[in-house]
């Protein structure tokens, strides 16, 4: 897993049933194959509590139900389309996004565009939030990238096209993608 949190070796929760401002506190585990190694005064207990308030902080930017994400989650791209549509200049053109499952995705993808020149017409597709498997921020973040990865393929559109360019073009269109959000987010 890319983002987790390991558990907590040699900590188990105990529901504390006289105070009820404190509902669980954590005591020790009796010994075990993982617990032998660790002597009482260890720092692992500390370690675990510290990766388990950055977990929750994480948590706590998260959007409660599956419907209020996905809302928030459109909201966000149709604001970031706007700001690299002006940027690119490609205010002529209508462009939209879609969130898509992983299976209407290419293999390997995150994202994907299809535009009609003559119509100047888009829309991108962008990896559906409940396939991602990241905090929601770094999501977010990474939906991003995709909509000015997919822009800037609309922006070479104009260029010639062969499979054997296919590979150079995929490597520009990163770059160049990754240096321009660098830069933005530098900005703020």
């Known amino acids: 897993m890319r983002y987790g949190v390991a558990a907590l070796p040699g900590l188990r929760p105990i529901r504390n049933l006289y105070a009820p401002h404190h509902t669980f506190r954590f ?39 599956s419907l ?23 205010l002529d053109w209508r462009i939209s996004v879609a969130m898509t499952p992983r299976s209407d995705l290419a293999p390997k993808t995150l994202g994907g565009i299809r535009w009609d020149k003559p119509k100047k017409t ?13 905090p929601f921020p770094a999501m977010l973040e990474d939906m991003e990238l995709t909509i000015v990865h997919e822009l800037l393929h609309l922006e ?24 321009l959000l660098g830069l933005d987010r530098k900005k703020q």
């Open 156 to 179: 070479l559109a104009s260029l010639p096209r062969s499979q054997a360019s296919r590979g150079s073009e995929e490597r520009a269109v990163n770059g160049i993608a990754e240096a």
């Open 27 to 65: 005591g020790p585990l009796t010994s075990g194959p993982y617990t032998q190694a660790m002597s009482p005064g260890s720092n692992v207990g500390v370690g675990c509590v510290l990766a388990l308030c950055a977990a929750m902080a994480a948590h706590a930017q998260t959007p409660a139900t």
């Open 68 to 90: 209020e994400k996905t809302q928030q989650t459109q909201q966000f791209l149709d604001q970031r389309l706007s700001v690299w549509r002006e940027r690119l200049k490609l």
């Open 122 to 134: 888009a829309v991108i597709w962008v990896l559906d939030p409940s396939d991602y498997r990241l």
